[in-house]
T-cell receptor
Framework: RKEVEQDPGPFNVPEGATVAFNCTYSNSASQSFFWYRQDCRKEPKLLMSVYSSGNEDGRFTAQLNRASQYISLLIRDSKLSDSATYLCAVNSPNFNKFYFGSGTKLNVKP | DAMVIQNPRYQVTQFGKPVTLSCSQTLNHNVMYWYQQKSSQAPKLLFHYYDKDFNNEADTPDNFQSRRPNTSFCFLDIRSPGLGDAAMYLC?????????????FGDGTRLSIL
């Protein structure tokens, strides 16, 4: 079983739509969770950390569900510029290894 | 200002010809990582250094080696590149003493094999 799994998509949504992605992880002892954005042929860039209480940054909301071992990312009022692949990352319990999902591709259409 | 710098951005090498990719950081992070990422796949951890301690992933081929001569620099050596080694290679850093801190990535080196 993979450490981290994501639906590859693509999610095709119109501008202004709300879209949500989930990411499941297998190690219940994992402590830290992150969402990254990756544009085509570029490096992953940190979008936001995911805290136990959830967190919000503008149009983006991240949540953690420890009982079901998944994290989620909600994007409201989608913009064309949100089109990218969204990777989740989960750290190993000893902190120094991070496992990535293969990403969910989002296409925002005019 | 770039904080994790990878060179070169693009590298072309011949089948079987050794190649070295470099990474430097100005963050003074004690952990440095090398990942291999192929199209539509997750970044795959090859190895990481915690300070000078080298940690190899069990499935990293022997063809891949790494050096970290000091805190700021880390190198990835591919001894005999095969066609299957064509990929984006990503260097990342993190603070090893803080489990809630994310990784910071360089721009990556895209490796092509002729």
């Amino acid at each position: 079983r993979k450490e981290v799994e994501q639906d590859p998509g693509p999610f095709n949504v119109p501008e202004g739509a709300t879209v949500a992605f989930n990411c499941t992880y297998s190690n219940s002892a994992s402590q830290s969770f992150f969402w990254y954005r990756q544009d085509c042929r570029k490096e992953p860039k940190l979008l936001m950390s995911v805290y136990s209480s959830g967190n919000e940054d503008g149009r983006f909301t991240a949540q953690l569900n420890r009982a079901s071992q998944y994290i989620s990312l909600l994007i409201r009022d989608s913009k064309l510029s949100d089109s990218a692949t969204y990777l989740c990352a989960v750290n190993s319990p000893n902190f120094n290894k991070f496992y990535f999902g293969s990403g969910t591709k989002l296409n925002v259409k005019p | 200002d770039a904080m994790v710098i990878q060179n070169p951005r693009y590298q072309v090498t011949q089948f079987g010809k050794p190649v070295t990719l470099s990474c430097s950081q100005t963050l003074n992070h004690n952990v440095m990582y090398w990942y291999q990422q192929k199209s539509s796949q997750a970044p795959k951890l090859l190895f990481h250094y915690y300070d000078k301690d080298f940690n190899n992933e069990a499935d990293t081929p022997d063809n891949f080696q790494s050096r970290r001569p000091n805190t700021s620099f880390c190198f990835l050596d591919i001894r005999s590149p095969g066609l299957g080694d064509a990929a984006m290679y990503l260097c990342a850093t993190s603070r090893g003493d803080r489990g809630d801190q994310p990784q910071h990535f360089g721009d990556g080196t895209r490796l092509s094999i002729l």
